[in-house]
């Protein structure tokens, strides 16, 4: 019988054999995508359990869908629906013009309090790339999902917001800078809080994932109290909580002072020859010349939400674009999970059935991973993988490929699941 997915006060799940998973089907593209990606994800449940486990798929409403049906962008049953069911996928959504609602996306993340935007990036084989080596990109991001400039605090040029806010500057702060007229103002809300409970996640995942290094990435040098503070608490928690479990380049930096750089050099070598995470950090403009040229340093990104915007982005054209980047906001203390595509409705493209649904897959793929159920992610990467190597692809990769065949988006589902007929068990 269908049941709920339900997670203990750790964050930890507990899945059913056949739990029930809400999905908002998305805007524009979506529905073309999602009717692909759904054949996908259960026919991949099929190969690896052979029916002993299989999802309830439970449609909420979400987006133009919503409004049109019952006026309402984002209905507050259906953030009761993801919150009661724990873990839940979505498709892209039209972002309303007007009326209060800044991004459906962020009153999402802000309703469950899913502060971790996660985006795994690495280069699937035969994906077109602008760079030499897409193999060497194989990253994690742990993006700071409810703070920053993105918390929307903002005020206009001109407003009495902003000139009261700029008479306590000045006067009550003694603010010496130059405040021109039309001025407008944008508040920057980083917390230890916020900052801790997200590099938490990102050293976790490094850490159950045996994997080398986790890089803060921030502007620190220029915002000190803001991005230097995550830094700093970054590394604070890093030492305090994982003691035996990382090293960390202010360790290396406290040993060079102290017993010079080579004792400093030695004991990084014996911490990385011990498996321990590496713990560093990057300036972000700095970053974003090393995922060009030195992507191998680098395995688990955690940064705050600005800058995680734009690395995502660059780092996700690097691998292949949107069509096939995927993503997930989490919240590893509630458990609470949703999936989703990174890119948007592409509303030019609606119900033409000929774009590249791997974002969604991908996005499942992570899903699967999140539920426990990797048999089924290895189903789906493997099949995914073939059709690629095969040249049998959707437009976005078709006007990239010499000698690709081109696929409609359902016709790349059919070779997907035409592709786990053979898999080994
Ligand atoms: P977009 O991602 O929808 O489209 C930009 C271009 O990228 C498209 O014209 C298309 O050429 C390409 N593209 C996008 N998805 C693709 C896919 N699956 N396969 C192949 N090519 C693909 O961005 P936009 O035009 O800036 O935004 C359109 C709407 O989507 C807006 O309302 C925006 O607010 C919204 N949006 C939603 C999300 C989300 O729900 N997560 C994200 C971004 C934008």
Redesign the pocket.
Known sequence: MADRITSNEKGQLSVPAVPIIPFIIGD??GPD?WKASVRVFDHAIEKAYVGKRRVEWKEILAGQKAYDTIGEWLPDESISAMRNYVVSIKG????PVGGGIR?L?VAIRQALDLYVCQRPLSWIKGVPSPVKHPGDVDMIIFRENTEDIYAGIEFEAGSEAVKKLTSILMDTFAIDYPFKKETAIGIKPVSKAGSVRLIRAAIEYAIQHGLPSVSLVHKGNIMKYTEGAFKNWGYELAEEVYPDKVFTWNQWEKLKVEAGESAANDALKAAEEEGRVIIKDVIADNFLQQILLNPKDYAVIATLNLNGDYISDALAAIVGG??IAPGANINYSTGHAVF??????????ADTDT???S?VILSGVMMFDYLGWREVSEVIKTALRKTINEKRV?V?FFNQMSDATLLKTSEFADAIIGNMAHQQK
């Open positions: 524009g593209i995508i892209p959504l039209t972002t991004s996306n949107i069509g989703e595509a990174t890119h948007g409705t592409a509303p030019r493209f774009m590249n649904p974002s959707t976005d």
